[in-house]
């Protein structure tokens, strides 16, 4: 007898990592995370310690990415997950932060977007 996995049931842990509180404390310590690291940046800081703060924002926007690819794809109710304001927020947070920026007006714009990744705390922190 074979001790295969049903989809549904991966499925369903998929659903419970996700909606359990080790992933939503994960979340809020990245958007921490985050917010020290934008405050951080706005310091005159040594070239190593500001290459290490873009690294680091740049794997926080990866880890935000893959976050809201994984709530989307675990959600049963794709329309509903779209049209959700917080979910809408988030999306549209993260997409922001992923637009590389040049000029000076657009990083303070992308400076600004990321400082609302903070707000996210609103979204992710249980009631």
Known sequence: MSSQ????????????????????GAVITIIILSALT???????????????????????????LVEILFRFGVCANKKRFLFDGW????????????IPLDNSEAVLLGRL????RVLRLVSVVPE
């Open 87 to 98: 979910n809408l927020f988030d999306t549209l947070v993260v997409i922001g932060s992923l």
């Open 38 to 64: 934008i405050g951080a940046k706005t310091y005159d800081l040594p070239p190593l310690v500001e290459k290490s703060l873009i690294v680091m924002d740049n794997a926080i926007t990866l880890f935000f």
């Open 5 to 24: 996995i049903s989809p549904a049931s991966g499925f369903e842990k998929l659903r419970r990592i996700e909606s359990s509180k080790v992933f939503q």
């Open 113 to 116: 977007l990321r400082v609302f």
